[in-house]
């Protein structure tokens, strides 16, 4: 039992050594790539930013799999992209590569045969190419008009062999020209929303105006109306709260549960809104993320916000709406 022990507890402290060593050379590597970033990299999202057509991208086996990954995040980051496999271009894939594309090619050698058809596809049609290779002097990086070449760093495995640490250079140069080509082109939270509207990123940025409750829904009355006319439009709207209109059709205040309750007397029914609401309120615009909303009601310790525009009110949101929404 010993010796089990023992056996165990040295085994747990080689794979834990194996998996720093790992991160640090793949780490090292990226961190070798950013250093010499230069010109060329600059080029590369220049040639990206001109094109008016799709990003292409293509590669073989592992890079095969990062060049998916990287049309997936053009994609999503507003540059319409996709990925081909090489060994379709040849037979009949090489139609969906139009002259106002641009292809990025992955290869580590630079002289992947499968290549072949695409990189001549390109010369032919006068396509703009995009070369990421671990070779300078390779075929891929000779033939490309913008070469990005990974630096020559060792692989993660411990034969030197699998795709390891050029694959992760490769992923992260990938990401570093979707990210420069957003900046440059004003990409937003908004627009990135538009492309990820499940999950729980698009519950994230989830807008009030895309929750609130408007139009008719809205319960709202003048100041000079009676508490009677306020109850009624209070309970037909069932929000528990109403919005208190000023001559100008701004909200001046809001009638809740509570002041209802704070001031219960004989004459209730009779007094005016105005002498009963609370002056003000606390409210958002619709343009607000609806998390932002959350937060206000959160900090308020209330359920229910007037939404405002141009100083008039335009929805109402509650917090079961967010709730419902997967919003919190």
Same mark, same amino acid.
């Given at each position: 039992?010993?010796?089990? %022990?023992?056996?165990?507890?040295?085994?747990?402290?080689?794979?834990?050594?194996?998996?720093?060593?790992?991160?640090?050379?793949?780490?090292?590597? !990226?961190?070798?790539?950013?250093?010499?970033?230069?010109?060329?990299?600059?080029?590369? #999202?220049?040639?990206?930013?001109?094109?008016? @057509?799709?990003?292409?991208?293509?590669?073989?086996?592992?890079?095969?799999?990062?060049?998916?990954?990287?049309?997936?995040?053009?994609?999503?980051?507003?540059?319409?992209?996709?990925?081909?496999?090489?060994?379709?271009?040849?037979?009949?894939?090489?139609?969906?590569?139009?002259?106002?594309?641009?292809?990025?090619?992955?290869?580590?050698?630079?002289?992947?045969?499968?290549?072949?058809? !695409?990189?001549?596809?390109?010369?032919?049609?006068?396509?703009?190419?995009?070369?990421?290779?671990?070779?300078?002097?390779?075929?891929?990086?000779?033939?490309?008009?913008?070469?990005?070449?990974?630096?020559?760093?060792?692989?993660?495995?411990?034969?030197?062999?699998?795709?390891?640490?050029?694959?992760?250079?490769?992923?992260?140069?990938?990401?570093?020209?979707?990210?420069?080509?957003?900046?440059?082109?004003?990409?937003?939270?908004?627009?990135?929303?538009?492309?990820?509207?499940?999950? %729980?990123? @698009?519950?994230?940025?989830?807008?009030?105006?895309?929750?609130?409750?408007?139009?008719?829904?809205?319960?709202?009355?003048?100041?000079?109306?009676?508490?009677?006319?306020?109850?009624?439009?209070?309970?037909?709207?069932?929000?528990? #709260?109403?919005?208190?209109?000023?001559?100008?059709?701004?909200?001046?205040?809001?009638?809740?549960?509570?002041?209802?309750?704070?001031?219960?007397?004989?004459?209730?029914?009779?007094?005016?809104?105005?002498?009963?609401?609370?002056?003000?309120?606390?409210?958002?615009?619709?343009?607000?993320?609806?998390?932002?909303? #959350?937060?206000?009601?959160?900090?308020?310790?209330?359920?229910?916000?007037?939404?405002?525009?141009?100083?008039?009110?335009?929805?109402?949101?509650?917090?079961?709406?967010?709730?419902?929404?997967?919003?919190?």
């Amino acid at each position: 039992m010993p010796n089990s %022990k023992k056996e165990t507890k040295t085994k747990k402290s080689d794979d834990l050594g194996a998996a720093r060593s790992v991160l640090k050379t793949e780490s090292r590597a !990226i961190d070798v790539m950013a250093k010499g970033l230069g010109d060329n990299f600059v080029s590369a #999202v220049d040639l990206l930013q001109k094109i008016s @057509g799709r990003v292409v991208v293509t590669g073989m086996g592992k890079s095969g799999h990062i060049a998916r990954k990287i049309a997936a995040t053009f994609a999503s980051t507003g540059k319409p992209s996709f990925f081909v496999h090489p060994g379709e271009a040849s037979h009949g894939d090489l139609g969906m590569i139009q002259q106002n594309d641009c292809v990025i090619a992955l290869s580590n050698s630079g002289e992947t045969a499968e290549l072949s058809d !695409i990189v001549a596809y390109t010369r032919r049609y006068r396509i703009p190419l995009l070369g990421i290779t671990g070779r300078a002097d390779s075929t891929l990086d000779k033939q490309a008009d913008v070469g990005l070449v990974i630096p020559d760093e060792p692989e993660a495995c411990p034969m030197g062999l699998a795709p390891t640490t050029s694959t992760t250079v490769m992923l992260a140069l990938g990401d570093a020209l979707a990210v420069c080509l957003l900046e440059r082109e004003g990409f937003t939270a908004e627009d990135f929303h538009g492309f990820h509207p499940g999950g %729980k990123l @698009g519950q994230r940025l989830l807008k009030v105006s895309d929750l609130m409750h408007e139009g008719k829904e809205l319960p709202l009355i003048s100041e000079t109306s009676s508490m009677a006319e306020a109850l009624i439009e209070m309970t037909s709207k069932s929000f528990g #709260v109403v919005g208190v209109i000023g001559a100008k059709g701004k909200l001046d205040g809001v009638v809740t549960d509570g002041d209802l309750r704070r001031n219960m007397n004989p004459e209730l029914l009779n007094q005016k809104v105005s002498e009963i609401m609370t002056k003000g309120g606390v409210s958002a615009s619709p343009d607000q993320l609806a998390s932002e909303a #959350v937060a206000i009601m959160n900090e308020n310790k209330i359920t229910i916000l007037f939404i405002i525009q141009d100083n008039k009110p335009v929805g109402i949101l509650h917090i079961h709406d967010c709730l419902r929404a997967g919003v919190a």
